[in-house]
C-alpha cells in the first residue's frame, strides 16, 4: 500500500508540473481541458494499478551488487 501511494504521489506532482507548465493556476483547470481519458483506456489504467510492475516496487532491480553496496 505504501508503495502504491508514494508512486501516485510521484504521478501528482507531476501533473501538478505540467499544469503550471500550461500557465494554469490550478491543476482542475488543465485536468479538465487537456486530460480527457477513453473509456476503454481507463479500464486499461485502472488494471495496471491493480498489477503493481514488480520492478516499480524495487528501485534496485537491475543494480548489480557492487553499485548496491557503493550506495
Same mark, same amino acid.
Given at each position: ?20 507548465? %500550461? *500557465? ?5 483547470? !488543465?485536468?479538465?481541458?487537456? +486530460? ?6 481507463? $479500464?486499461?489504467?485502472?488494471n495496471? %494499478? *491493480?498489477?503493481p510492475?514488480?520492478?516499480? !516496487?524495487?528501485?534496485?532491480? +537491475? ?6 553496496? $557503493?550506495?
Amino acid at each position: 500500500m505504501a508503495s502504491c501511494v508514494s508512486a501516485f504521489a510521484r504521478h501528482l506532482k507531476k501533473i501538478k508540473a505540467w499544469s503550471r507548465n %500550461l *500557465a494554469h493556476e490550478n491543476v482542475l483547470t !488543465a485536468l479538465a481541458s487537456y +486530460g480527457a481519458v477513453a473509456s476503454h483506456r481507463q $479500464a486499461e489504467i485502472m488494471n495496471a %494499478l *491493480a498489477m503493481p510492475d514488480p520492478a516499480a !516496487a524495487n528501485p534496485f532491480a +537491475g543494480l548489480d551488487k557492487a553499485a548496491i553496496r $557503493a550506495l
